[in-house]
């Protein structure tokens, strides 16, 4: 079970604007929820939004231009060096 963690899978992580970027290495049994998780801090992303509101993050696979799901496996979805950006998920209409 150890062995897994030598495979780690190297990506590179960074916020919608690009101003902050991370080179993340994760295990391929892991979540993308997890790869999210442990970069928010990393990256000094902010946790809540300008009405103190927590902000829950998604990422987009720029390879395949789409969302990942917090569930799916790393292994599944990612490639070494693969490009992914983390962007608040917005929700809107929820103010008021």
Sequence with gaps: MGAVAQFAIEVEM???SAQKK???RIAPDSSIG???QGSLG???LPPKDADGQPLTYQ???NRE???LHGSE???DVLKPGDQVTLQPNIDAG???
């Design 14 to 16: 960074s916020d919608v």
């Design 22 to 24: 991370l080179k993340a």
């Design 34 to 36: 997890e790869l999210i």
């Design 42 to 44: 990393r990256m000094h």
């Design 59 to 61: 990422a987009r696979l």
């Design 65 to 67: 231009g789409r969302q």
């Design 73 to 75: 496996r790393v292994g």
């Design 94 to 96: 929820s103010g008021g």
